[in-house]
């Protein structure tokens, strides 16, 4: 609603609005030198906002597309895929998004890098785990008795049945890349 870095002293510690003698021209009060408090929160939220959605798309994408294809395909597909996320899993986070971020430098593009690829694992561990288990559903058995083509089946049968645990994960997961970034 504000100028996030206008200064006004004359407004400066102004009681939040609900506060006796608050006003809600400023709902969340003023600091010392008498900015907005509100518009200072949402101005910062910004970039914490923007980072945490976007890990969780590019990381919820990747990891669900490769947990698809572990889970869907089976036998060696499936071992190589969940060999590789339990290789990604074992090797500390902490410790590569240092090395990236040492080597490349700081930005809020390698920031997104290294938090996607230090959490596409949990997509695509959660996705393999439930394709495994619709994948042995009447259902899915009958559209691939029928002759339905592989793209179908995961479409119409499969991803319905992602929707609900993913958006959780998504949920949870922003939360995390926020406070990790």
């Not at 400023?26 to 910062?44: A, M």
């Not at 890990?55 to 990747?62: D, E, H, L, R």
């Not at 390698?110 to 009447?138: D, F």
Request: glycine residues 10%; neutral net charge; hydrophobic residues 50%.
């Amino acid at each position: 609603p504000h100028d996030p870095a206008a200064q006004s002293l004359s407004d400066r510690l102004a009681p939040p609005g609900w506060a006796a003698d608050g006003t809600w021209d400023h709902p969340l009060g003023t600091d010392n030198l008498g900015r907005d408090v509100l518009s200072r929160l949402i101005f910062g939220a910004r970039v914490s906002l923007t980072v945490g959605v976007v890990v969780v798309v590019v990381a919820g994408t990747f990891g669900t597309l490769l947990g698809l294809v572990a889970g869907y395909a089976g036998g060696r597909t499936n071992s190589v895929i969940m060999r590789v996320v339990d290789t990604q899993l074992a090797f500390p986070g902490l410790l590569l998004a240092l090395i990236i971020l040492a080597t490349v430098g700081p930005s809020m593009t390698t920031v997104i890098i290294v938090l996607a690829l230090n959490n596409w694992m949990i997509y695509a561990r959660v996705t393999q785990g439930i394709v495994l288990s619709v994948k042995e559903t009447p259902y899915v058995e009958a559209a691939e008795i029928v002759g339905c083509r592989s793209r179908r089946v995961i479409g119409r049968h499969i991803l319905p049945n992602l929707a609900a645990p993913l958006s959780t994960l998504a949920t949870l997961e922003f939360a995390a890349m926020v406070l990790s970034e």
